[in-house]
């Protein structure tokens, strides 16, 4: 990693905050900085767009051939992989999380990667053909890059979703600047040296470490920024659309979820039904801490079957091993924060004010850092707030249903619609619910898998827009109609344009 207050890189140079301003990183175990970053500001981020400004009008990316741009990802994948185990390791310690899962994060990383470069290197060099009705007139509709891209990434899964725009935007032709999170940039200020490392030209790919209220907010507004991409939270991303608005630029946001993982009694009818089920509703909420925007924070669950199975998902819940991600045998790491540790701490507070029924957790483990025990609250219903509003922290509530209908309604009864699941051994209800629910993923008999070349984002207020496959690909194009008339003639609308002799 480039060296520390040095991680703002603008047209091929790393270097400090113009304003000489630094940010310690904190390490969410211990709550002990680690780590020393620049805290860039307006200045740094308008020398940035500059950068990624002249590199799209005047620079080589942009007319570099598809082909050239696709090895160029390879390229990268070859690199994620090679430091797969450092990169995976940095993960874990600046997010929290476990080294599993910073390793499969960088496998992610690498994978879309490699599926970028297969969708730019396979399409129709010469545009889609349309078909005029004449054979004097040749038209087709052509895709070019949007310009310089605004990427803006959230603290959860730096290294991920800092990917799954940079890949698309570059594989597109674009140049960008992108802005993660102040509390988790460490791995992104790698993910832009590898990129430099493989041969991207200098100035195509620029970051500025800093906060969203200065650098976030620059970059949403500014006029020479032709696209912006933001994953975050809802008043955050609201913020970024209004201002992004002034100069009507295209804006992709994906803000979040509050998803429901719904469990017929027919799921659980044999035993090995009845734990695969308690185990992936313990993987939807838990993993990473909740700390997932489309964690499954939200079990609605067939009447008859909630108690037996609410009492098994609550046993293994308090089995499960807290502490430092890159230590053996723990199975979940801490809150990211000391101020997402608060917020935890408040919503189950709320909720059992409000009514709900604490059957594990509930608390923090006794030492040091920003850990929280995964949280069981029975008894929820849509009234409460840790039920309609996103926690971001490991908390399942707990909600019943008697018939298809009213589970369908209880799914959808949120402002969110990122994801959702459901838990049936019926195929035709799997489908028919899958069909009803309206989220923008929907697992059946599974939570959380995700592919590249599949459409990632959600209907409501989880956003607009798309990530990852050909949609999340075309954010990042404009399409041009070319028209051409191959025998121009007069046309002869007005009167007295006829040619004199």
Not at 73 to 85: G, H, N, S, T
Not at 88 to 96: F, K, P, V
Not at 331 to 357: D, F, K, M, N
């Amino acid at each position: 990693m480039t060296a520390a207050q040095q991680t703002i890189h603008v047209g091929g140079e790393w270097r400090a905050a113009l304003s000489g301003a630094t940010r310690e990183i904190i390490d969410p175990v211990d709550a002990t900085p680690f780590e020393v970053v620049a805290e860039g500001g307006v200045a740094d981020t308008d020398d940035a767009v500059a950068a990624a400004r002249a590199a799209f009008d005047f620079g080589a990316w942009p007319r570099t051939p598809a082909a050239e741009r696709a090895a160029l990802l390879r390229r990268v994948a070859v690199l994620l992989e090679r430091d797969r185990e450092r990169i995976g390791a940095l993960e874990s310690r600046d997010a929290g999380k476990t080294l599993q899962e910073g390793r499969v994060d960088v496998d992610c990383v690498r994978d879309a990667f490699r599926y970028f470069a297969d969708l730019v290197e396979n399409e129709d060099g010469g545009g889609r053909a349309v078909d005029a009705g004449s054979d004097e007139i040749r038209s087709v509709v052509v895709h070019e890059p949007v310009g310089v891209c605004a990427l803006i990434t959230p603290w959860n899964y730096p290294l991920l979703q800092a990917s799954w725009k940079i890949a698309p935007a570059l594989a597109a032709g674009n140049t960008f600047v992108i802005k993660p999170s102040e509390i988790t940039p460490l791995t992104t200020v790698v993910l832009v040296e590898l990129l430099l490392e493989a041969g991207l030209p200098l100035g195509a790919a620029n970051i500025v470490t800093g906060p969203g209220d200065t650098v976030g907010a620059r970059l949403a507004e500014h006029p020479q920024v032709d696209l912006v991409s933001f994953t975050g939270g809802l008043v955050s991303g609201t913020k970024v659309a209004r201002s992004a608005a002034d100069s009507v630029k295209k804006v992709a946001l994906e803000l979040g979820g509050k998803n429901p993982n719904v469990v017929f009694a027919d799921a659980c009818s044999t035993p090995e039904g009845f734990d695969t089920a308690v185990d992936q509703a313990l993987n939807a909420a838990f993993i990473h801490s909740g700390q997932v925007c489309s964690a499954g924070s939200r079990l609605i669950i067939e009447e008859p079957l909630r108690d037996r199975f609410v009492a098994e998902l609550s046993r293994r819940a308090e089995l499960i091993r807290l502490g430092r991600g890159t230590d053996a045998g723990v199975e979940c790491g801490p809150l990211v924060s000391a101020a997402q540790l608060a917020r935890t701490e408040a919503y189950v507070a709320s909720a059992l004010a409000e009514g709900a029924a604490l059957r594990a957790g509930g608390g923090r483990p006794a030492g040091p850092g920003y850990f929280f025990r995964p949280t069981v609250l029975d008894r929820c219903h849509r009234g409460m707030r840790v039920v309609r509003e996103e926690v971001f922290g490991p908390v399942l509530t707990v909600e019943t249903f008697r018939t298809e209908e009213e589970a369908v309604a209880l799914a959808n009864d949120t402002e969110y619609g990122l994801a959702g699941a459901v838990w049936t051994s019926d195929e035709h209800r799997a489908r028919r619910v899958a069909g009803l629910l309206r989220h923008g993923t929907v697992w059946i008999n599974d939570f959380h898998p995700y592919l590249p070349q599949a459409e990632w984002g959600g209907f409501g207020k989880s956003g607009i827009g798309r990530e990852l496959g050909p949609g999340g690909f075309a954010e990042y194009r404009e399409a041009k109609h070319i028209y051409q008339n191959l025998a121009p003639r007069p046309v002869r609308w007005f009167a007295g344009t006829t040619a004199k002799g």
